[in-house]
């Protein structure tokens, strides 16, 4: 399952769409007030499962992507979960390594998003590479 949270219909739906076609079951949220409380179902042990990646927009109604992030990185059973944020707005390298340092996020992608081909092959990436970090992480030295 991979998550998407966005408030514009349109982008929710494409992504959706195309997740689908990935192959993956797509989860999809309007705004960030309804993943705050999917994130109390997480919490309360309520949640059936958890994604394999969350991909949010960063402005949304509700809670920020990052505020979200940060959240779910407290979780146990999200903070190996890559997520990977989207936003229409320029951010600095400072305000970028911020949401990494301190949010856990571990990717930033500019809006217009990359054509399908190239951001199927970017998540893919990010997922791969989140997975092989933990795992060495997780290797006695």
Do not use: C
Not at 47 to 64: S, Y
Not at 87 to 107: K, N
Not at 121 to 126: G, S
């Amino acid at each position: 399952m991979w998550m998407v949270a966005e408030d514009e219909s349109d982008i929710r739906n494409l992504l959706t769409m195309m997740i689908q076609v990935w192959g993956h079951h797509p989860v999809a949220y309007e705004n960030g007030q309804k993943v705050w409380d999917w994130l109390d179902e997480v919490e309360a042990q309520r949640a059936q499962t958890v994604p394999e990646l969350v991909l949010m927009d960063i402005r949304m109604p509700g809670k920020k992507g990052n505020e979200l992030a940060n959240r779910m990185r407290t979780i146990p059973a999200l903070q190996d979960v890559p997520i990977v944020l989207m936003t229409a707005f320029s951010l600095s390298e400072t305000e970028r390594e911020q949401m990494r340092r301190q949010d856990g996020v571990d990717q930033i992608i500019s809006k217009p998003l990359p054509d399908f081909d190239e951001l199927r092959k970017l998540l893919n990436e990010i997922q791969h590479k989140k997975a092989s970090s933990d795992r060495d992480t997780a290797q006695p030295s």
